[in-house]
């Protein structure tokens, strides 16, 4: 899973950034510090790894991770190629889902590009130049498929004709993701590779104060959750300074720092869970004496492709895959337990994995 943290210059991307990587990003107070992306792989807290690892006692844990770019900031007119927009545009089509840290908080010492706060305007100045350039190629396909269309090529009236609605939304100042295609359409789509179509979650970097007070007066964080309710996307509030401090502290420190805010997980674990859940993404458990491991899929994927992810001669030859929950798992104790019981189930190639499964695959190459 590959996530791009976007937003204005100075909003708190690598901040963030620093906080849930550890990477030491360089965060600096004016625009453009960020010029290629710096980018932080981390491990996604699951805590069923450590109660399998107590059950296998494996030579080693390994979670599965997710990929964060800390893409520059953007300014306006950078679907013309303002300050680093084009980079920052082509950063953009590399992500599975967009990370958009918008500021709602106030601090005279850090300066705003735009000279106030106002985190409505933050998200439309983005959004705008993700329509701008989408428009760009949409048009550009519109003319070639329009000549098409008139030399006498029927199969490309479909094509133009969902072009013309694409455009007709992004001309409204609307995000494609915003729009229902059928499934032939959504195939189409999906090969223009549109910056407006990609997944967003929001995330409202507030102080600290803020986050531990009342946070449902606060008026900033209640527009974002609005705005981004209204596109069908997710949002979160973090304060990105907290996140640096918990950064530095081991498991233990972390949890108690975590109870004496009132909080009962991290900024990094509100933020992957959300992506998760915008991207569509489970996670399935394998376990033995070797070793214990999540892998990641897409909700809806089939046990054979599930195998494919762990190696392309498993699905090949796949043969059945042996499924228990991982609750069922726990509350026997242990797999010969759950076997004794007959939770262990067989269960062929049309069998959906659900989040959570422990599974072994069985296959012949």
């Known amino acids: 899973m590959k996530l791009g943290i976007v937003g204005l210059p100075n909003v708190g991307k690598s901040t963030l950034f620093n906080a849930i990587t550890k990477a030491g990003a360089e965060a600096a107070n004016y625009p453009f510090c960020t010029i290629e992306p710096n980018v932080g792989v981390v491990p ?5 790894l450590n109660v399998l690892a107590q059950m296998y006692n494996p030579k080693k844990v390994t979670p599965t991770t997710v990929e ?3 893409i520059a900031g953007l300014v306006k007119g950078a679907s013309k190629g303002e300050g680093l927009g084009n980079k920052f545009l082509s950063h953009i089509r590399e992500v599975e889902a967009i990370v958009h840290v918008v500021r709602c908080f106030s601090n005279e010492n850090i300066v705003h590009v735009e000279g106030s706060i106002d985190p409505i305007r933050d998200i439309e100045i983005i959004n705008l130049e993700l329509i701008l350039s989408d428009l760009e190629i949409i048009d550009r396909r519109l003319e070639r498929s329009g000549k098409a269309v ?20 992004l001309d409204k100042g609307n995000a494609v993701r915003s729009m229902e295609f059928n499934e032939d359409e959504q195939q189409f789509v999906k090969q223009l590779f549109l910056l407006s179509t990609k997944p967003v979650l929001y995330v409202c970097n507030v102080s600290e104060d803020d986050l531990i007070s009342d946070i449902e007066s606060n008026v900033y964080v209640n527009k974002v959750k609005e705005y981004a309710a209204k596109e069908n996307s997710g949002s979160i509030v973090i304060s990105g300074k907290l996140e640096e401090e918990i950064a530095q ?9 975590l109870s004496d805010y009132g909080l009962d997980q991290s900024g990094l674990d509100k933020l992957i869970k959300e992506s998760y859940k915008l991207l569509g993404l489970i996670s399935f458990l394998t376990g033995g004496p070797d070793e214990v491991r999540a892998w990641t899929i897409k909700s809806g994927t089939k046990a054979p492709q599930a195998a494919g992810k762990i190696h392309s001669d498993i699905e090949r030859g796949f043969i059945r895959a042996e499924v228990v929950p991982f609750e069922q798992l726990v509350e026997c104790g242990s797999e010969t337990a759950a076997k004794e019981k007959g939770l262990i189930r067989s269960e062929g190639k049309e069998y959906i994995m659900q989040d959570g499964d422990v599974v072994l695959f069985r296959f012949n190459v």
């Open 44 to 48: 996604v807290p699951d805590e069923r």
């Open 68 to 70: 964060f770019l800390d």
């Open 150 to 169: 008139k030399s006498g090529d029927k199969k490309m009236q479909n094509e133009v004709v969902v072009l013309q609605q694409i455009k007709e939304c």
């Open 249 to 257: 502290l081991d498991e233990k420190e972390k949890q108690e720092f």
